[in-house]
């Protein structure tokens, strides 16, 4: 059950699966297995991959966990985030089912809850928790915000594209949570960009 998949800077193929006997799995440019890994991803749902400097990270979002793990390319694990409890938002743990994360040129990036409360997390750089916005009071349906990216083209400020895969459209927001526009795809059921 893959869920997610990336390529690395050497062109590997990187597999996300929900199998606790090989959470990740790494394919070379020709297809032949380089090396696979990871025994406690149940709910591996969300693989986004990062560099930072010259290292590159996994960001995982695991459903029954709930949590977001990253990772190096090997394992190895750097930083983990569970629920925000101290947000007020959630009454308990198993609310929060982190769907995906979207990552900004600076190294902030954003906490999808796309199978919980329908909320966004926003981090700084550092990791620590900055705000919360979205859910039902801000105007985010529940089975809503699944997937994404951040659009940071030159000559914009960056925003957020937003899969909405159960209402069928496409939200753009600011860094803020504001809507500034909504694309309708009916019949579609957008789960990633």
Known sequence: NCHGLARDREGHIILLTDDLRNNVIVYDRKGALVHKWGTSFPGAHGLSLVTEGTREALFITDLN???VTKTTLDGTVLQEWGWPKDSGKYQKEDQYKPSWTLHLP???????????????ARHGADGKFQKLFGGAE???????????MVDARA???????????DQQYLLRLDLDGKKLAQTALPGGNPRQI
């Open 65 to 67: 966990t709930h949590k």
């Open 106 to 120: 600076d190294g902030g990036f954003f906490i999808l809850d796309g199978y919980g409360r329908d909320y966004i």
């Open 138 to 148: 801000g105007g985010i349906v529940h089975w809503g915000p699944h997937g994404g």
């Open 155 to 165: 000559g914009t400020d960056p925003t957020l594209l937003i899969a909405m895969s």
